[in-house]
């Protein structure tokens, strides 16, 4: 007889016992996270704790690079230079990356060659694309301006020598590198939702607009947070791109986090004191993955 709404057949069903794998398939994951992942962190947190010029062994300092880090205008600039270009290339490859998988995934006329030419930039190596465009920039010779001028916005436009151009033009760059892989783990997603649910949205008179705020962002919200968090850490490490564009300039205004932390280490040759920044770079990128990751995940428990 049945107790506490518990039955018979419910208490015969073995348990499922969880599945384990032999020492011998981990190992070797086991083994490349540790050479290549865990090995490198702590080697950075320990010459972060002392003085290092590269040759010999480290002079253990305690904590005194992190408090040189908090009296460092430069870092302090750098970090709200750093945000600033996170949010900025993180909001338009994420939004304009959405719109082009829509827009692709309801079969616009030319898709596919949408598709392509926006995929194309992210296989270009991020130097080869921060050159041409820094080529394309300059004020007399460069692409942007002819175009502009040839529209009358004007043709002397010095982006790349003006701090209150450069964070503008290495942004637009970032986003032009990226966006296309957003499009296409998005459109992935997107092409999981069954056509019969449009369909029927649409028979109900539901628009364009209204079929992708009410039902494809719903629908994908997991996956929206899981390219956002890549593209988080992608504009936190965009090194190749401004470096080949303003190596930080002109003055500090394009300098993000990783820049600085190459200035301090291979420039000045202070490597505990570029470890400590990249120690704090790290932890900056961690929490705000895992902020952006918790958002999205409530943002998911709250659509079901």
């Known amino acids: 007889m049945a107790a506490h709404g518990v039955t018979p057949a419910a208490l015969r069903r073995p348990r499922r016992r969880p599945r384990t794998f032999p020492l011998f398939m981990i190992a070797p994951a086991m083994l490349l996270l540790a050479l290549f992942i865990a090995y490198p962190i702590a080697e950075s947190v320990h010459i972060s704790l002392g003085s290092w010029d590269g040759i010999g062994s480290v002079a253990y300092r305690g ?5 040189r880090l908090a009296h460092d205008a430069l870092v302090r ?7 600033a270009f996170f949010l900025g290339t993180v909001v338009f490859t994420v939004t304009i990356g959405c719109l082009l998988a829509n827009a692709i995934s309801r079969e616009v006329p030319g898709a596919r060659i949408f598709k392509v030419v926006w995929f194309l ?3 270009i190596p991020v130097s080869v694309a921060g050159i041409f465009w820094s080529n ?5 010779t460069g692409v942007a301006n002819s175009v502009l001028g040839s529209v009358g916005l004007g ?6 020598a003006s701090s209150s151009t450069a964070p503008y033009a290495t942004i637009f760059v970032a986003v032009w590198t990226q966006t296309g892989y957003a499009m296409l783990i998005l459109l992935g997603a997107m092409d999981t939702i069954s056509p019969e649910v449009h369909e029927a949205a649409t028979l109900d008179g539901v628009g364009a607009a209204g079929r992708l705020f009410r039902i494809t962002l719903p629908n994908i919200l997991p996956m929206l947070g899981t390219i956002t968090t890549l593209m988080s850490v992608f504009s936190f490490n965009a090194f190749g791109v401004i470096y080949a564009m303003t ?4 003055g500090n205004s394009t300098s993000i986090l990783p820049v600085l932390v190459y200035k301090q280490s291979f420039l000045d040759q202070d490597y505990g004191y570029g470890s400590a920044t990249a120690v704090v770079t790290t932890l900056i990128v961690g929490a705000i993955g895992i902020l952006v990751l918790q958002v999205f995940r409530q943002r998911s ?3 079901r």
């Open 63 to 67: 904590l005194a690079n992190y408090r």
């Open 77 to 83: 600039q750098s970090v709200v230079t750093s945000l």
């Open 121 to 123: 930039p992210v296989i």
């Open 136 to 140: 394309a920039f300059q004020p007399t």
């Open 155 to 160: 043709d002397g436009h010095a982006w790349l």
């Open 247 to 250: 190596r930080g300039g002109p």
């Open 301 to 303: 428990l709250d659509a």
